[in-house]
């Protein structure tokens, strides 16, 4: 496969015509061809894999939405766009792009209710605890709980509106008018043929840069020796494609990483344990940061161990929360990642680390608990129970999961070129797109990924679909 390029020539045929072309299968690229073809357009979507996957489906799935019908039906009746766009410059410093915030704070929750009364995906809200920086339960997932899920009823869905999806299909060739105007995409097969699909409007839902080990040492030279745990077809095209447009950029230092993957199994163990009360230690036994600041930016800080590892510590009753509530933990455990200890003494044993470290740790996490001492890491311990035996322990290591800038687009999500002005029929969103994460990893609110990939999506399938006369 060649580099993604950009041709100024128009090309003098194409294999087929459509209103409506969407780059990549993703959660992203799927709810932008349904909003699409509900506003009238023909869509057609190209998928470089063999079978939609991508990032959506390595994610847990679940996206922030305030003032849903799902919400209010889980008894939460005081969420509101204004919260969440507050909660999402509190954790993003106030450096969120403030346009692009309040678009996603203000369009999620509508794109949720249409997929659900449209496109008939049901949602649940988990409400059993918060995920850090959120101010309210507002975290939805299909029943399944697991981003495979989500995608999987996200195809159900476009394959009832008869939308095709071309697999197999990489997007190679923007072919582009001197005002910018996209006319034609030039795709390439895994053999080298190439075909031509000619447009009236193009979206670029094809996520970010995760998968360019180039990109990433460029923009955030942090994790480049990072374990990249996103789809390996992030490859950055949607920029690169932007760059030789002269299309503006805007936050490529921001990311998201993980602080929780199971080592060396690969499984997502879920940041809610941390808020149940576990806690991370590292090869000597001692906690070294607080764990409750974000999953996001706690990979740095587990990066920056003796190898480049942790260990998530905790005890029964947040073992059972996990298999009860999480798919991923019950993957780890089969995997044989999850280590247990009847007694300190035994989890060190199964673990390697030393106990009388453990024991010290967890005598000071008891004291936090209780009250008669302050964690001086700034962690409130206050509102779980202490940790007591049989204990459990799962070795993790930090990692880059998507990142979080791209391509500067308007409140139609139309891509903005480098003077502000907007390019006649080039729209981007989710990974492809500026996110609300701010310019670094801390930035990250939990859930930020799928939020603009859903609601930026839903824009731009709108706004695109109105080009199709």
């Known amino acids: 496969m060649s580099a993604p390029a950009i041709r100024r020539t128009l090309p003098d045929h194409v294999d087929i015509e459509t209103d409506v072309l969407v780059i990549g299968a993703g959660a992203c690229g799927l709810v932008a061809s349904l909003a699409a073809h509900d506003g009238g357009a023909e869509v057609v979507v190209v998928e470089r894999d063999a079978s939609p996957s991508g990032s959506t489906s390595m994610s847990s799935g679940f996206i922030p939405a305030p003032a849903t019908k799902a919400q209010r039906a889980a008894g939460i009746a005081d969420d509101e766009p204004a919260r969440v766009e507050h909660d999402i410059q509190q954790k993003a410093k106030g450096r969120a792009v403030p346009e692009l915030a309040h678009l996603a704070a203000t369009e999620i929750g509508p794109a949720l209710d249409w997929l659900a009364e449209r496109h008939g995906l049901e949602w649940v809200v988990l409400t059993d605890f918060l995920y850090p920086g959120h101010s309210r339960h ?25 939308v095709p999806v071309v697999t197999g299909a990489r997007a190679q060739t923007l072919l582009a008018d001197d005002d910018g105007t996209i006319r034609a995409v030039e795709i390439e097969r895994p053999d080298g043929h190439r075909e031509t699909i000619g447009c009236k409007a193009l979206i670029l839902a094809c996520n970010g840069y995760g998968g360019n080990p180039y990109l990433v040492a460029r923009h955030i030279p942090e994790m480049a020796d990072a374990l990249y745990y996103g789809h390996a077809g992030n490859t950055g095209d949607a920029v690169l494609w932007g760059e030789a447009l002269g ?27 941390m808020m149940e009360g576990a806690v991370q230690v590292n090869a000597a036994g001692a906690r070294f940061s607080n764990e409750q600041g974000g999953y996001s930016e706690q990979a740095v800080a587990v990066l920056a161990q003796a190898g480049g590892t942790a260990w998530n510590l905790y005890d029964a009753r947040i073992h059972d929360f996990a298999c009860g509530g999480f798919p991923d933990y019950r993957d780890a455990l089969a995997a044989g990642a999850i280590r247990e200890g009847r007694t300190l003494a035994d989890l060190a044993a199964a673990t390697g680390l030393p106990e009388a470290a453990l024991a010290e740790t967890l005598e000071a996490v ?34 880059l999961f998507h990142t979080q800038g791209g391509l500067m687009i308007d409140v139609s999500a139309r891509v903005l070129r480098g003077d502000g002005r907007p390019f006649p029929n080039l729209f981007a969103a989710g990974g492809a797109a500026c996110g609300v994460s701010g310019p670094e990893v801390s930035g990250y609110l939990s859930g930020n990924g799928l939020l603009t990939a859903v609601a930026f999506a839903r824009v731009a399938g709108r706004a695109a679909s109105a080009r199709k006369s």
């Open 138 to 162: 507002r975290m939805h997932a299909v029943p399944e709980k697991t981003g495979a899920a989500l995608l999987a009823r996200l195809s159900a869905a476009v394959e009832a509106c008869d």
């Open 247 to 273: 299309a503006q950029t805007r936050h490529l230092t921001a990311y998201q990483g993980h602080g929780s993957l199971a080592h060396p199994h690969g499984v997502l163990i879920s940041w809610a344990l």
């Open 366 to 399: 008891g004291r936090f608990q209780s009250g008669a001492q302050a964690d001086p890491f700034g962690r409130d311990f206050t509102e779980k129970p202490a940790l007591a035996p049989p204990y459990y322990a799962v070795k993790v290591t930090g990692a």
